[in-house]
């Protein structure tokens, strides 16, 4: 069974950088999977935030492009989202989420969401 | 590229009635469009890939149709469970992945 579990601070200062990791259980990460971030702000909808590849592959929402990377740590079995100059407007449940390609990039697995907050 | 409009924005539906949920996307998806529930406090769940396909484990009375620029999520007969907020998501271009803004089907 594919489990995903997300860490991070839970608060997040304005302007500093948000930090998260999604830990994978039951499959390893350096398959032909995609990994990615989806978040929620508080009484909203889906974003998709990015996905990203072990081999290196990632492909974000233009909207934050300017603002996100992404990373695989196959020796973990985790990959890992950092958002820098955050905002108010950062403040939501962020998913991570396996896709399932080459069927489809759908998300078949996801995390249980962690809730991180932007205040000072 | 690929935004999609979910109607209506809440339903109210009686437990044993039919539920139908539409997505309706800017541009051609094809098949490449997935169905989701979130109930409150929870992940989304996949319950529909390929328009159509019930992902592993999901009842028989979840049912997706359409192609291109219409899709219907059918739930046959709501049982007290199904009581949630319904996403529909494209990944036509799956370089740029895009939900659609919800559908809360909620109990008359």
């Known amino acids: 069974q594919v489990r995903l579990q997300e860490s991070g601070p839970g608060l997040v200062e304005p302007s500093e950088t948000l930090s998260l990791t999604c830990a994978v259980s039951?499959?390893?990460?350096?398959?032909?999977?995609?990994w990615g971030w989806i978040r929620q702000p508080p009484g909203k909808g889906l974003e998709w935030i990015g996905s990203?590849?072990?081999?290196?592959?990632?492909y974000f929402n233009t909207s934050l492009k300017s603002r996100v990377t992404m990373s695989v740590d196959t020796s973990k079995n985790q990959f890992s989202l950092k958002l820098i100059s955050v905002t108010a407007a950062d403040t939501a449940v962020y998913y991570c989420?396996?896709?399932?390609?080459?069927?489809?990039?759908?998300?078949?697995?996801w995390g249980q969401g962690t809730l991180v907050t932007v205040s000072s | 590229e690929g935004g999609l409009t979910q109607s209506p924005a809440t339903l109210s539906v009686s437990p044993g009635e039919r539920a139908t949920l539409s997505c309706r996307a800017s541009?051609?998806?094809?098949?490449?469009l997935a169905w989701y529930q979130q109930r409150p406090g929870q992940a989304p769940r996949l319950l529909i890939y390929?328009?159509?396909t019930r992902a592993t484990g999901i009842p028989a009375r979840f049912s997706g149709s359409g192609s291109g620029t219409e899709f219907t999520l059918t739930i046959s007969s709501l049982q007290s469970e199904d009581f949630a907020v319904y996403y529909c998501?494209?990944?036509?271009?799956?370089?740029?992945?895009?939900f659609g803004g919800g559908t809360k089907v909620d109990i008359k």
């Open positions: 989420a396996r896709l399932s390609i080459p069927a489809g990039a759908f998300l078949d697995y």
């Open positions: 039951g499959y390893s990460i350096s398959s032909d999977y995609y």
């Open positions: 990203t590849h072990h081999s290196g592959n990632s």
């Open positions: 998501q494209q990944y036509n271009n799956w370089l740029t992945l895009t």
């Open positions: 541009q051609n998806v094809g098949s490449n």
């Open positions: 390929g328009a159509s």
